[in-house]
Nanobody, 121 residues
Framework: QVQLVESGGGLVQAGDSLRLSCAASGLTFSRSTMGWFRQPPGKEREFVAY???????TYSQSVKGRFTISRDNTENTVYLQMNSLKPEDTAVYYCAAGRTYSVSRRNYEYWGQGTQVTVSS
C-alpha cells in the first residue's frame, strides 16, 4: 500500500521560509517522479514542482527562484524548501508520485493528504 505523508506546513508571515517534507512508502521511490502541487482556496489544484527519478527538475513560473525541490532516495523523502513566501502562496500543498515527468496532476497516481500553508501579509 502506497503512502505519502506530508509535514511542515504552518502559518508564517510574508517573506518567511518553510520546508515541506513528504515521506513515501510502499513504492519504488528511487524510480518515481515526485511532485508538489497546491490548491489555493476556491481554486483548482496546480503544479508547483517535480523532481524526476533521473534528477531532472521543473518548477512552475510562479515559484521559480523562490522554491527548491529535492529528494533523498535513502530516506524515501522529497522536500520543498519555500523561501520569500507571499500571501498568494497560501494553499494546501500536496505531494504526489508518478511514473512519468509531468506537470499535469492526471499523470500522478498517488497523493498525500495535504498540508496547509498560510502566508499572512
Amino acid at each position: 500500500q502506497v503512502q505519502l505523508v506530508e509535514s511542515g506546513g504552518g502559518l508564517v508571515q510574508a517573506g518567511d521560509s518553510l520546508r515541506l517534507s513528504c515521506a513515501a512508502s510502499g513504492l519504488t521511490f528511487s524510480r518515481s517522479t515526485m511532485g508538489w502541487f497546491r490548491q489555493p482556496p476556491g481554486k483548482e489544484r496546480e503544479f508547483v514542482a517535480y523532481v524526476a527519478w533521473t534528477g531532472g527538475i521543473t518548477y512552475s513560473q510562479s515559484v521559480k527562484g523562490r522554491f527548491t525541490i529535492s529528494r533523498d532516495n535513502t530516506e524515501n523523502t522529497v522536500y520543498l524548501q519555500m523561501n520569500s513566501l507571499k500571501p498568494e502562496d497560501t494553499a494546501v500543498y500536496y505531494c504526489a508520485a508518478g511514473r512519468t515527468y509531468s506537470v499535469s496532476r492526471r499523470n500522478y497516481e498517488y497523493w498525500g493528504q495535504g498540508t496547509q500553508v498560510t502566508v499572512s501579509s
